[in-house]
């Protein structure tokens, strides 16, 4: 996620809702339709613009809420899909997809009106929009009714009994239930130990409502919750979660690994789809306030790597900025906060569209060392190494090129930096010389980036049948040249100046063998080690 933002979004709907009303079963026979299933679906149709009334063609997470208000109050029911615009920026979903159940029938039980929300990724809930009816549809309110009369005014009369004795006959007539037995905790959810028996499960539900699942299991695989789906088309979830809390830190699914050894997950995903989307832990989150989390998850382990990931959010001149996953070490030096792997496929990948926006940043806030390292780049296979240091300082042990572009672009070559032992700048510039003589000034920038105080290098190249040239003066601002052997020609030349580099005067062939030895996963330390790196001693 980088911070790409849809600053706005037009959307153009038309909703389709049909509602299936079971009848009481004396009219079952009366059409062949009436065992018909009905899928509790919801049509919806809307269109994606950008902020210049651009369509939107990307890939975009949207959250539908139906509510009881056309303002305010809390969504009845909710779910996000990754929908696909076209070409002119219109999608067209399935509301209730996400579930195997569709669209609660209970929302439509009332008289009362419904309201849809719409929440593209990174925006704020647009205008709600009222469900309506489609025509003949309508005729569905007849069965709410019998003859005009509510259900509630038939009541089915008690079977007569020929002995007089109904609850002997009852008790004939019933097949006798074994008897259940079994213990139990309060809170917790029943399990069935045997056929007969009930035992209380690692799973229970907290006065809030949250089920909770503690898997005591010490072998490997375990798992509080475990969800497969096989599905192969559209969005299918192996586990599920939507919070609808508008307080800070709501989540939808949460997950604490506590092992301190193996292969430790909060939270782990696999997806084995080959179609486009397929993620084993996705996660989108639509909350404007506190920790805001896509996916959360947190882990205790003392030893390899460790760390939480959240959505915190950053201040940057005045402006609260998201951040779509964060990660943390917990203290642990050495750690990692992130860890991505891939056998035939990338670890780690970024895409942004923000034009004025990195789409990656690092940063080392190390304060005791001016060579500490922000990036390392390195090739276990063939030794090479590249690191940026936190004075910007690039350290590569091959070679820096620019690949150019030849025969028309069909083949691109290398063309490499020239290499020194000290830190040069370099200028190149023409002049004449007026009668065996020239003032040559150093450009204004140019000489504030060198230390021209200090002996600098002048080349000359004249382009005229001359005696030869020499510089016969250096200063700060300038440097004079002349013609040999007391020449008065007015013949032109160029030159090269090559000088130290502003604050690097004194460096030369740096020893960067101790910077270039991490280079491998980090690692733990030992308290003395951090001690010893922290004063900068090693």
């Known amino acids: 996620m980088t911070y790409s933002r849809i600053s706005a979004v037009s959307l153009f709907a038309t909703v389709v809702l049909l509602i299936a009303v079971s009848s009481f079963p004396v009219f079952a026979q009366q059409t062949s339709s009436a065992n018909a299933v009905v899928p509790a679906l919801v049509q919806y149709t809307g269109m994606l613009t950008s902020s210049n009334g651009k369509p939107l063609t990307n890939i975009t997470g949207v959250t539908f809420s139906l509510y009881a208000e056309q303002q305010g109050g809390a969504p009845l029911w909710l779910e996000t899909q990754n929908v696909q615009p076209d070409a002119t920026g219109h999608y067209t979903v399935m509301l209730g997809s996400t579930s195997s159940l569709g669209l609660p029938a209970s929302l439509f039980a009332s008289s009362q009106a419904r309201w849809l929300g719409v929440q593209p990724q990174d925006q704020a809930e647009q205008p709600r929009i009222m469900l309506m009816s489609v025509p003949y549809a309508l005729k569905a309110l007849d069965a709410e009714t019998i003859g005009g009369k509510s259900a509630s005014s038939f009541v089915l009369a008690a079977p007569a009994s020929s002995s007089g004795n109904s609850s002997q006959n009852s008790s004939t007539q019933s097949p006798k239930q074994p008897a259940v037995g079994g213990s139990g905790k309060p809170s917790y959810l029943a399990a069935w130990a045997t056929k007969n028996t009930l035992d209380a499960s690692p799973a229970f539900v907290t006065k809030n409502g949250s089920i909770v ?3 005591p299991s010490t072998t490997n695989g375990a798992a509080a919750f ?3 789906a096989s599905g192969t088309s559209g969005e299918v979830f192996g586990v599920y979660g939507a919070s609808a809390s508008s307080t800070n830190a709501a989540t939808g699914v949460v997950g604490f690994a506590t092992a301190t050894s193996g292969k430790v997950s909060g939270v782990q995903g696999q997806s084995a789809s080959t179609t486009n989307g397929a993620a084993g832990v996705s996660g989108i989150a639509t ?5 805001v989390a896509g996916v959360g998850g947190a882990s205790a382990s003392t030893s390899g790597i460790g760390g939480e990931f959240y959505a915190p959010t950053i201040s940057s001149e005045g402006i609260v900025l998201p951040i779509g996953v964060f990660g943390s070490t917990g203290g642990s030096y050495g750690g ?19 034009p004025s926006i990195a789409t990656a940043q690092l940063t080392n806030d190390e304060s005791t060392r001016i060579d500490g390292l922000v990036f390392i780049a390195h090739g276990s296979a063939y030794g090479g190494t590249c690191a940026i240091d936190v004075s910007g300082n690039l350290l590569c042990n091959g070679s820096k090129s620019a690949v150019v572009p030849v025969d028309g672009a069909s083949r691109k070559v290398a063309l490499y930096a020239v290499e020194a032992p000290e830190n040069w700048f370099e200028d190149f510039g023409s002049a004449r010389l007026s009668k065996g003589w020239a003032q040559v000034q150093l450009e204004p920038t140019f000489a504030q980036t060198v230390n021209a105080e200090m002996e600098y290098h002048v080349f000359l190249t004249p382009k005229g049948d001359c005696k030869g040239l020499y510089v016969s003066q250096e200063t700060s601002r300038f440097f004079e040249v002349r013609e040999l052997a007391g020449g008065l020609s007015n013949v032109a030349f160029d030159y090269r100046i090559v000088a130290r580099r502003r604050g690097y005067e004194n460096i030369r062939l740096a020893d960067k063998t101790e910077q270039l030895e991490i280079v491998n996963t980090p690692k733990l330390v030992s308290a003395p080690e951090l001690a ?5 001693k090693r």
Do not use: M, V
């Open 213 to 215: 699942n503690n898997n």
């Open 226 to 228: 475990y969800g497969s």
């Open 287 to 291: 909350g404007t306030s506190g920790q």
């Open 336 to 354: 990692a906060a992130l860890e991505g792997t891939a056998d035939r496929g990338l670890a780690l990948y970024g895409s942004n569209n923000a």
């Open 532 to 536: 010893s790196i922290s004063s900068g």
